[in-house]
């Protein structure tokens, strides 16, 4: 090999080398950089540092969350439970995991955690709405976010098969499905009857 094709192999090495490494560095996304985010009417989240955008919903999701959010804050309000929100709120699991679901309840003794503009714990239940861009996400990714953070129960709403999945995250399973045909079974709200017809 002679002297200047070895020169050119080491640089060639040596520039993959660096390309590399500069691939490798991952940028992470932290609360004071979302809170700066130009106003773009789009939901912005946060997982592990990693940024999400996701568009307005369609007009059945916003239907059902409507519903869904009327009967649970009437509920909540008439036993003096607590506090029920809907987006966009964001919750501050810490400094990189900042998620907006569609609704959550707040217990009472932890409603101080609720400051100017986000609420700084985990709350004791979220329901999230499918939609065909955060489906995958609200199943898989958002799941494990909410359960390791301490989130008690989680509500994957179908708008298709017109279900609810109720999951206890203490446990990491799914305890029921409300359906039409199926009562709705919920740790956090024994008592809850919600009329499906209503909330479809």
Not at 11 to 37: C, P
Not at 58 to 67: C, D, E, G, P, T
Not at 70 to 80: F, G, M, P, S, T
Not at 135 to 160: H, Q, S, T
Request: aromatic share 12%; glycine share 2%; proline share 4%.
């Amino acid at each position: 090999m002679s002297f200047i094709l070895h020169i050119i192999l080491m640089q060639t090495r040596h520039k993959k080398s660096h390309q590399m490494k500069v691939a490798e560095k991952k940028i992470v996304f932290n609360y004071d950089d979302l809170v700066h985010w130009e106003d773009d009417h789009y939901r912005h989240e946060l997982i592990e540092g990693d940024h999400f955008m996701t568009p307005s919903p369609n007009l059945y999701h916003q239907r059902i969350s409507a519903n869904l959010f009327w009967y649970l804050k009437e509920y909540v309000d008439e036993r003096n439970l607590g506090i029920v929100l809907a987006a966009p709120t964001d919750i501050k699991l810490s400094d990189i995991d900042v998620l907006v679901p569609d609704i959550f309840y707040v217990e009472q003794e932890r409603a101080d955690r609720l400051y100017g503009n986000f609420l700084g714990e985990a709350p004791a239940l979220v329901v999230e709405i499918l939609s065909p861009s955060t489906a995958k996400r609200d199943r898989e990714i958002k799941y494990k976010r909410y359960a390791l953070y301490g989130v008690k129960e989680y509500w994957i709403v179908d708008p298709e098969k017109q279900a609810i999945e109720v999951h206890d995250l203490t446990q990491k399973k799914r305890i029921s499905i409300f359906t039409k045909d199926e009562q709705l079974n919920s740790p956090t709200f024994a008592d809850l009857n919600l009329p499906h017809n209503k909330i479809f």
